[in-house]
């Protein structure tokens, strides 16, 4: 069983920072895709972006391309999502996932942490 542990959101201003972490832990095959998902208010769960275990592959949402960066530490398996450039429209709650499927629909992902709030004020 594997568990995820979202930290790092927060309250910034358009245009702003903030780095997410997703710590990991339990039983990791080294086949797992990694990714992050948002939902912001009254929508459906999104794509963000993935990263394969070894951290070789990533990818995005058109929408975040250029500012966020997802990446995995490969000593403590903590996944990462910079995410700079913060806009309003980024405001979501943020979740971590993995799974053994390429995809980046919420459905192919197993497990799921328990997502920590971004918001982006104007």
């Known amino acids: 069983q594997v568990q995820l542990l979202e930290s790092g959101g927060g309250l910034v201003q358009a245009g702003d920072s903030l780095r997410l972490s997703c710590a990991v832990s339990?039983?990791?095959?080294?086949?797992?895709?990694m990714g992050w998902f948002r939902q912001p208010p009254g929508q459906e769960r999104q794509f963000v972006s993935r990263?394969?275990?070894?951290?070789?592959?990533?990818s995005y949402a058109d929408s975040v391309k250029g500012r966020f960066t997802m990446s995995r530490d490969s000593a403590t398996g903590t996944v990462y999502l910079q995410m700079n450039s913060l806009k309003p429209e980024d405001t979501a709650t943020y979740y971590c996932?993995?799974?053994?499927?390429?995809?980046?629909?919420?459905?192919?992902?197993?497990?799921w942490g328990q997502g920590t709030q971004v918001t982006v004020s104007s």
């Open positions: 996932a993995a799974g053994v499927i390429l995809s980046i629909r919420p459905a192919d992902f197993r497990s």
């Open positions: 339990g039983r990791t095959p080294s086949n797992w895709i």
């Open positions: 990263i394969t275990w070894s951290g070789r592959m990533t």
